[in-house]
């Protein structure tokens, strides 16, 4: 997948259409979590696309969308690397939980 391939000239490669100074791969993220949402037998269809969010998550590449996607499509992974999650973009989670109060 090109996102994996092209990382980091996609971070540093800024996008267009980005108003708040995004990059390409920020985009490649955004357009991923509407993957993640196809599923079938409740598991997502494109599994390399779910392989990319989780290395985003993991690496503190990705927003709280791709958190709320995650915990759709493989809720026992988001589970099992919580602490991982929250390590690597502290930030992104307490945004996250202060949008469900």
Do not use: F
Request: hydrophobic share 45%; charged share 30%; glycine share 6%.
């Amino acid at each position: 997948m090109v996102a994996d391939r092209e990382r980091a000239r996609l971070r540093a490669t800024p996008d267009p259409e980005s108003r708040s100074g995004g990059s390409l791969y920020d985009r490649i993220l955004e357009i991923l979590e509407t993957r993640l949402v196809v599923m079938q037998n409740a598991t997502p269809v494109d599994r390399r696309a779910l392989e990319v969010a989780r290395c985003a998550l993991l690496a503190g590449e990705a927003g709280t969308g791709m958190i709320y996607q995650i915990a759709v499509a493989d809720p026992t992974w988001l589970c099992d690397h919580a602490a991982d999650i929250v390590r690597a973009k502290p930030g992104e989670v307490a945004d996250c939980r202060a949008a469900r109060r």
